[in-house]
């Protein structure tokens, strides 16, 4: 069975720091892109971050750029997500999701999505 | 960044009814487009890739259609499982974007 079970998530001071973690199972892991989308209370999703297959490259959102470093351990078949400067706007659920490959340079939908992991940031 | 714009925002039907959502891209994005499903409480699940790819073990009630800006998502005849949020989601360009979703509510 195809899994993605995320961890790490919790309660951070605002300006604290947070790593998530996502662990994968039933997949050649080192094969995937793997990525990072949240959703805030009650509102839409919104993509974070993404990681290619050999870590050789790596996308981050506008909004989170300085302030999030996703990384991943394919022996671990583990992906990362370390935040940093924490604001109140970041309290979400943070989700880990694959997406399909097509090719080395073509990568498709989020076909894989984890359960989520919740991050409150507050005082 | 690729704005995409959900219509309605909210959608009141009956089972059995035949649902359609739509999604605009502010600019074009080919077919590079999906739709996701996301139940209360739940984690999003993709329903379709590439404009009009159903993905495993999508029921065949669910079908997409598009190119370019304009993209719809129609439900043939709702079932009681399918009141839900959907969302669509580009990936033609970084940042990937998602749509602000259009949820489907029982009338």
């Known amino acids: 069975e195809v899994k993605l079970v995320e961890s790490g998530g919790g309660l951070v001071k605002p300006g604290g720091s947070l790593r998530l973690s996502c662990a994968a199972s039933?997949?050649?892991?080192?094969?995937?892109?793997m990525n990072w989308v949240r959703q805030a209370p009650g509102m839409g999703l919104e993509w974070v971050s993404s990681i290619s297959g050999s870590s050789s490259q790596t996308f981050d959102a506008d909004s989170l750029k300085g302030r999030v470093t996703i990384s991943r351990d394919n022996a671990k078949n583990s992906l990362y997500l370390h935040m940093h400067s924490l604001r109140a706007e970041d309290t979400a659920i943070y989700y880990c999701a694959r997406r399909m490959v097509y090719s080395s340079t073509s990568w498709g939908a989020f076909d894989v999505w984890g359960q989520g992991t919740v991050v409150t940031v507050s005082s | 960044e690729i704005v995409l714009t959900q219509s309605p925002a909210t959608l009141s039907l009956s089972p059995g009814e035949r649902a359609t959502l739509s999604c605009r891209a502010s600019?074009?994005?080919?077919?590079?487009l999906s739709w996701y499903q996301q139940r209360p409480g739940q984690a999003p699940s993709l329903l379709i890739y590439?404009?009009?790819n159903r993905a495993t073990g999508v029921p065949a009630r669910f079908s997409g259609s598009g190119s370019g800006t304009d993209f719809t998502l129609t439900i043939s005849s709702l079932e009681p499982e399918d009141f839900a949020v959907y969302y669509c989601?580009?990936?033609?360009?970084?940042?990937?974007?998602f749509g602000g979703g259009t949820k489907l509510e029982i009338k």
């Open positions: 600019q074009s994005i080919s077919s590079l």
């Open positions: 989601q580009q990936r033609s360009s970084w940042p990937l974007t």
């Open positions: 590439d404009a009009s």
């Open positions: 039933g997949f050649t892991f080192s094969n995937y892109v």
